[in-house]
């Protein structure tokens, strides 16, 4: 019998055993590790004292980590403390340094403060502080202060599983004329983020003579600081100085009797437009050829996540759509690589043969190469065409990655995200790699292993060291699609040991 046929019959029983053994573990570990977002995250308060000695409260939910102060009743802080590969912690108010260790700006206004006569006040309003659970997953924190012939109460709404919406309410009494609400500072100088008012649904860099003003806010290259507002008619913009000089906008309240009530959202967060989309603020970005295609992306996943319940069913699914696209072109490269180990025993005897004339051995490498019908780089494209798909779903996680952390785990790892925690994923591609490499080499013969060989040993575990920290996501698809390519390259062999007989075995080359 030919050598091919001995090696695929050991070959599939080894395939065939491992493959089975990771099927069993995949399938045992999901269950116990499956659960909801909701069971893993919960809304944290806690009271504290401001800078100023007024009182504070601190909500944190699975992203952001809002302050709350008494003094003047602010919104002091929405720091992101939730930071995906690529990404750091952000300070997301206007008025704070962005350093490591985020710093406020001396004399700074923060967002809503109210100047109830058109200018800020000489001392802070003390506003009281209140907090009501709705349940584990949203709480309402209320700012009030009473004042002479105006009472304001400020409303917000914290949510557990927010994408970096806070939905806020603005409730004014008395008599009111001229009243301006600050909703934040407005940084000066080079770099800084782009001042942008939204109407009807259309961002402007300037405000318009005309329209309904629907929303204001700064746009950063990382971060969006924005204030949407819920069909408000008489808002004017403004922008202005504080008491100490430092820069604000703003809107101007129109004139009120009785009671005047603003609703609106911030969105608070990080420049991502598949967030921004879901809060109704796509209108303030654009998006070029390359992005327009990765949210398509991002929605295909969306997709196959409200199939499967689970972002890593999902990248399964993704990859095995992607294996069956490329399935032609990896068929052929399998065949090209395993038609490359067939020839070697030739190739060997020609390099004896010409061992004094490179020349030659090229010369006759390469005829032979034709009269077998035989691309050496065949098995070059195939690989390459991998990495749009791995960059696709890399640049997808990172798009997306709070979709990914309020979803539920995936087996062992609590969010495909970040990466896994106890290197899992990453040992079990580097052994189904390795595997592959020596189903390879068997098949190849000891006469073939050389430098190439070498570096198919090497190379699994200089990837998995070099990317070790990148989404446990990515390594998913990876681990798959090593898999897959065992398999098929078992499939490939089985089919041309049928086709016709294989080469003699690589000792007995020189007996032709």
């Not at 069913?313 to 690589?337: D, G, K, N």
Request: aromatic share 14%; proline share 6%; hydrophobic share 45%.
């Amino acid at each position: 019998m030919v050598r091919l046929r001995q090696d695929f019959g050991a070959d599939t029983f080894v395939l065939g055993m491992i493959g089975k053994a990771f099927l069993l573990l995949f399938l045992a570990l999901s269950f116990p590790f499956f659960g909801s977002a909701g069971e893993r995250y919960a809304l944290k308060i806690a009271e504290g004292t401001s800078p100023r000695g007024g009182q504070e409260l601190v909500v944190e939910n699975a992203l952001v980590r809002y302050r709350f102060w008494a003094d003047n009743g602010v919104l002091a802080s929405s720091y992101l403390y939730f930071a995906p590969y690529g990404t750091k912690e952000l300070e997301a108010v206007p008025g704070w340094t962005q350093d490591k260790a985020p710093e406020l700006i001396q004399d700074v206004s923060l967002p809503l403060e109210i100047w109830p006569q058109g200018a800020a006040p000489d001392e802070p309003f003390v506003y009281r502080i209140s907090y009501t659970e709705q349940g584990e997953k949203v709480l309402e924190v209320r700012l009030a202060w009473q004042g002479e012939g105006l009472e304001v109460e400020k409303r917000f709404t914290v949510a557990e599983d927010a994408l970096y919406t806070l939905p806020v309410e603005i409730h004014l009494r008395g008599q009111g004329q001229g009243v301006k609400l600050v909703l934040g500072h407005y940084p000066q100088g080079k770099g800084v983020p782009e001042l942008v008012y939204l109407y009807e649904g259309r961002k402007h860099s300037q405000p318009l003579a005309s329209g309904t003003l629907e929303g204001i806010g700064l746009v950063a290259k990382d971060s969006v600081f924005f204030w949407k507002f819920q069909g408000m008619e008489g808002l004017r913009p403004f922008q202005g100085r504080n008491g100490a000089g430092q820069p604000v906008f703003g809107v101007e309240i129109p004139a009120f009797s009785g009671e005047f009530v603003l609703k609106g959202t911030l969105y608070a967060g990080r420049n991502r437009y598949i967030l921004l989309e879901k809060a109704g603020l796509q209108g303030i970005v654009e998006l070029g050829f390359f992005s327009r295609f990765l949210v398509g992306v991002i929605r295909f996943l969306e997709t196959l996540y409200r199939a499967t319940g689970n972002y890593g069913w999902a990248i399964v699914l993704f990859t095995l759509v992607a294996q069956l696209f490329l399935f032609p072109l990896t068929r052929t490269q399998i065949r090209s690589m395993a038609k490359m180990q067939r020839l070697q025993p030739k190739i060997q005897r020609l390099q004896r043969l010409y061992k004094d004339d490179k020349e030659a051995f090229q010369k006759h490498v390469m005829e032979l190469y034709r009269q077998e019908k035989v691309n050496p780089l065949g098995g070059c494209f195939p690989i390459l065409l991998q990495f749009p798909f791995l960059i696709l779903l890399w640049q997808s996680i990172f798009n997306s990655a709070e979709l990914f952390h309020l979803s539920p785990p995936f087996l062992w790892i609590p969010d495909l995200s970040l990466p896994d925690p106890y290197y899992i994923i990453i040992v079990l591609t580097v052994a189904v790699q390795l595997l592959g490499q020596w189903i390879t080499t068997r098949r190849s013969g000891a006469q073939a292993a050389g430098g190439t060989q070498l570096i198919g040993w090497i190379f699994p575990l200089f990837f998995a060291f070099m990317f070790r920290s990148f989404p446990a996501g990515l390594w998913l698809y990876w681990f798959l699609y090593s898999s897959i390519q065992n398999l098929l390259q078992g499939i490939v062999y089985w089919e041309l040991s049928r086709a016709a007989p294989a080469a003699p075995k690589p000792e007995d080359a020189g007996k032709n």
